[in-house]
């Protein structure tokens, strides 16, 4: 994508329009949903930013990382933790510690991976995100009495006067948290830096020779996507009530890949799509055919790697040129 | 590479050539910095860069156009030409505001991509381009960088006539700040372009000297045995 080139007038109309209803339809959408419907929604919001921060590192810096969910986890966890042995109930306490745990999770990741390439990058991200579940499995202290995991956390307190979040409001928060992820993340891929980052994942020694660190960007790239992912993770957490040495683990982090995969990598929008399919096709496969929906969402894995290579999202893109471009040569 | 040992003048147009095998590649690929030197040192303007990374060579002033055309084939020309003035710029770590807001890097690279001929094409894929003027960008962008040193690994390969002197006339008008080193097995653009030849063989070097010289030495006329021939750049 890059710079983008030099987008047709109806190309560019059309998208913000998308944009338009869909931030109206998002905003509309506790006034006409039920509780579950609402509940539905905002698990998608949570698992739309998880993938978008995963397209950072893979789509983008190129890195195929299989321990994304170490930072999701993190963030959550630290959340957890704070509420189970220090009672804290606070938001602007509990979150930027939570983001503080995922950033320095991802940075002292980041530089045990990255001494590694290709498929060893693969198997080191495996293994430390392994190394967490392990950790948060055994570990006592990082564990409800008697459970696996923790349980018991609430809805935030953000400390507002006269008011308590409740899930409607709760929605709109996770709203309001990936709508400005989405703004800084689309800032980030289209700046310099960004460009860069995609120039690296096509050849690394070219960019070397054109003055490019590319270790360098390729380190911050992994340590923002932990940021990200931690912020999901912390959304998640509150949003479950509960947490998990899954969410830490392989489970977890193949998520936010096949999301990627299937919306389109390398470009942002195509997470957020690849998210809404999975979360509802998860959703209503798990209804209609309680065991056999991972077998209906694993195929339509493949189908959609099969007919639409580039992922959904970028297949319904190309799509919406030729349509604009047919629309332009009749106007004509 | 075997003891091998030798300086370039600044400005000066220095042609490496020897057959197949004789390690010019690796020789650039030392000099840029892709490969480690196991013993030696070697010098840039007085710097020791023996230790220093590709990157920082090129921050210093090295420009490399590759042997086998390394632009980056799935994004635009446009793209291409920003990344790689971008490159030494300290903003390239810039994350928040977009690329096209830099109005500086953009003139320059309108100005480069114009004088190249391909602005017209700036949005075309690289991997769309003919292989012409793929080269022509390679070098192009590897100018745009202000180098101080500009390697350039076989310039005219695949290249048709017509091409090779295009590629011929750039490298005559690089201008008495950059120092080029040519790597190239078509001798009419070694004989055109060179103020200066080195012969490398067995990662040796057997001559060096001005091109008569060269033309004329026993040793290489030898090593060139069965294509004796192509030394003399009017036979062919």
């Known amino acids: 994508m890059g710079t983008g080139g030099t987008q047709t007038k109806q190309r560019r109309w059309f998208v913000n329009s998308v944009v338009v209803v869909g931030a109206f339809i998002l905003v509309a959408n506790p006034l006409y949903l039920s509780s579950y419907g609402e509940g539905l929604m905002t698990r998608f919001l949570i698992f739309a930013l998880f993938a978008m921060s995963y397209d950072i590192v893979f789509g983008y810096a190129g890195l195929l990382s299989l321990g994304h969910a170490a930072f999701f986890g993190a963030g959550g966890y630290t959340v957890a933790l704070l509420k189970l042995h220090f009672g804290v109930d606070l938001f602007w306490i509990s979150a930027p510690f939570g983001l503080l745990v995922a950033v320095l999770t991802a940075a002292l990741f980041g530089i045990i991976a990255l001494r590694a390439s290709g498929i060893y990058f693969l198997l080191v991200t495996f293994a430390l995100g392994q190394m967490l579940f392990s950790l948060a499995w055994n570990v006592k202290w990082l564990n409800s009495k008697g459970m696996q995991g923790i349980t018991g956390i609430t809805l935030p307190d953000l400390a507002i006067p006269g008011f308590t979040l409740d899930s409607t409001w709760y929605y709109y928060m996770v709203l309001i948290f990936f709508v400005i992820s989405g703004m800084l993340l689309y800032r980030l891929v289209h700046s310099p830096y960004g460009l860069a980052l995609m120039g690296i994942r096509e050849d690394v020694s070219r960019m070397e020779a054109v003055g490019y660190n590319t270790w360098l960007y390729k380190y911050i790239a992994f340590v923002i996507s932990g940021a990200f992912a931690g912020i999901a993770g912390i959304l998640f957490t509150y949003y479950n009530f509960f947490v998990s040495p899954n969410h830490l683990g392989i489970a977890t982090s193949f998520l936010p890949m096949v999301m990627t995969i299937m919306g389109g990598l390398g470009t942002l929008f195509g997470p957020v799509i690849g998210a809404a399919v999975f979360i509802f096709v998860e959703n209503y496969a798990s209804i209609f055919a309680p065991q056999r929906w991972p077998l209906i969402l694993g195929g339509l894995f493949v189908i959609s790697i099969m007919f639409a290579r580039d992922g959904i999202g970028v297949y319904l893109w190309r799509l919406l040129n030729k349509v604009t471009q047919g629309y332009g040569s009749i106007k004509n | ?236």
């Open chain 2, 1 to 236: 590479m075997n003891d091998l040992s030798f300086s370039v003048n600044a400005g000066e147009r220095l042609a490496i050539i020897g057959p197949n095998g004789a390690g010019k590649t690796s020789l650039f690929n030392l000099i840029n910095g892709q490969f480690s030197a196991t013993a030696g040192q070697i010098y840039f303007f007085g710097e020791n860069v023996t230790d220093l990374p590709t990157h920082r060579r090129a921050y210093l002033g090295m420009a490399r156009a590759f042997q086998i055309i390394s632009l980056l084939m799935k994004l635009t020309v446009l793209d291409n030409a920003l990344l790689t003035i971008h490159g030494t710029k300290p903003h390239r770590y810039k994350m928040l505001h977009p690329v096209k807001e830099f109005k500086d890097v953009f003139e320059k690279t309108k100005h480069s991509l114009k004088t190249l001929d391909l602005w017209e094409k700036r949005d075309e894929l690289v991997k769309n381009l003919a292989y012409g003027e793929q080269r022509r960008l390679e070098i192009g962008l590897g100018l745009a960088m202000q180098p101080k040193l500009l390697l350039l690994d076989e310039p005219s390969a695949g290249l048709t006539r017509e091409e090779s002197s295009d590629i011929i006339e750039i490298i005559k008008n690089l201008g008495e700040g950059i120092t080029a080193l040519i790597v190239d097995h078509d001798m009419d653009v070694v004989f055109e372009v060179a103020e200066r030849i080195i012969v490398l063989h067995y990662g040796q070097i057997i001559a060096d000297g001005p091109p008569e010289s060269i033309q004329n030495d026993q040793m290489v006329r030898e090593i060139y045995m069965g294509a004796e021939e192509c030394l003399d750049p009017v036979n062919i």
